[in-house]
């Protein structure tokens, strides 16, 4: 069996691929594409891999059983955006597909909250772009970003790709008292979803309501997207990947205390309890906003991932001292730090140094490298 987590050099956002399965009939999913150029870049090379190695012929598509969008915010759909785009031209063209999704798992934001708020993205992004500020840039990114999500629905449809199968409307933890949602693949994968949960999604219904009433919602949304107290943050879709006795916790842009908290009403730990995981994909490219060395301590793990490129300063100097706080036991050193990029790598290993510390810490390759990607194996090597 294999059960492979691929982190892609996805710039300043994530684009993921999760592998599973035996490995005569290798199944994989896309979890995020990453900001525009991360398709071209990265992703579109991956998948044209993953179909040499299978050895399909050029009218012969693969499958990806699921792609699945954390939430909307453009460093993590606008990679998936271009690859839908991209599927549809090759329809237009009259050119065999090369690859299938048998499902999409994406809450677009009038499905979590209603109505979008009529921005205007090119200026918004134009202000990204211009600003000094990284808090500002950041929010307006995520402000921009919120007619991707109607736009990514909208290919899937044409694609006849079905939207949030099998659970019928938001993918969205259960609630208080009822029995985790879980969702079994081909190939024995087992995703439980750990966030958003239903009673915030509720409340964040019910709060967006109120201020697009009141007329007074957007500046709400772009002053709050980065202290993580936004629609996109709030509802980011956490999910847990377990196969064969191991642990993947795709946490998307999450807060560390929400995602702990699901994970309790999962019953999957104890209130305070440490829960041990092979990888845990740090939220949030690293943001101090979203984790502490209160996660590192109680989600104990083999691999922690950092998908982030120095931009808007993640990952962030406190998060790499984070690790160190959370796991303050010297001889506490069998685990592996991985960045997709170089950017402040160096603090962490002064770090290391200074505290005398072991643990392992590793960068994806640059291109023209043969795999310019992170790749943990947890079972047999992809």
Avoid: C
């Avoid at 290919?155 to 659970?167: E, W």
């Avoid at 957007?218 to 943050?233: G, Q, R, Y």
């Avoid at 980011?236 to 842009?253: F, K, N, P, Q, Y």
């Avoid at 109680?298 to 808007?312: D, I, P, Q, T």
């Amino acid at each position: 069996m294999i059960f492979t987590l691929e982190a892609l050099r996805a710039q300043h956002g994530d684009s993921l691929l999760l592998h599973w399965g035996d490995p005569a009939d290798p199944q994989f999913a896309i979890i995020d594409g990453g900001p525009p150029g991360t398709y071209r870049e990265s992703l579109a090379p991956r998948i044209e891999k993953l179909r040499e190695t299978a050895g399909v012929a050029e009218d012969v598509a693969i499958d990806a059983q699921l792609a699945m969008v954390s939430h909307i915010d453009a460093d993590h759909i606008a990679g998936l955006i271009d690859l839908t785009k991209a599927m549809i031209r090759r329809n237009s063209d009259s050119k065999p597909a090369q690859l299938r999704i048998r499902k999409l798992w994406h809450n677009a934001f009038e499905d979590l909250v209603g109505a979008p708020p009529a921005v205007d993205a090119a200026a918004l992004s134009k202000l990204a772009d211009e600003t000094d500020h990284p808090d500002v840039a950041a929010a307006a990114l995520v402000a921009a970003s919120v007619g991707q999500g109607a736009t990514l629905r909208d290919n899937a449809r044409t694609l006849g790709i079905p939207i949030n199968s099998p659970i019928d409307g938001l993918i969205e933890a259960s609630g208080p008292g009822q029995p985790a949602r879980v969702v079994t693949f081909d190939g024995g994968l087992k995703l439980t979803i750990i966030a958003p949960d239903a009673q915030r999604v509720a409340d964040l219904h019910d709060k967006w309501e109120a201020e697009r009433e009141a007329g007074d919602f957007i500046p709400p949304l772009v002053a709050a997207a980065h202290d993580d107290t936004s629609v996109p943050n709030l509802s980011s879709i956490v999910v847990l990947a377990e196969l064969g006795g191991h642990r993947i916790l795709l946490t998307g842009d999450a807060r560390g205390d929400l995602t702990l908290a699901g994970l309790e009403q999962a019953g999957l730990v104890e209130p305070d309890g440490i829960m041990e995981l092979d990888v845990l994909k740090v939220q949030h490219h690293g943001s101090s906003h979203d984790v502490s060395a209160e996660d590192f301590r109680r989600l104990r793990a083999k691999h922690y991932v950092f998908s982030a490129n120095g931009k808007f300063d993640n990952p962030d100097l406190p998060t790499l001292d984070a690790i160190l706080e959370g796991r303050p036991d010297p001889d506490d050193n069998d685990f592996t730090v991985h960045f997709t990029y170089e950017a402040h790598v160096d603090h962490l290993r002064a770090a290391i140094a200074a505290a005398d510390r072991h643990f392992r810490v590793e960068v994806a390759p640059e291109p023209p490298a043969d795999k310019p990607w992170i790749a943990i194996d947890l079972l047999a090597p992809l």
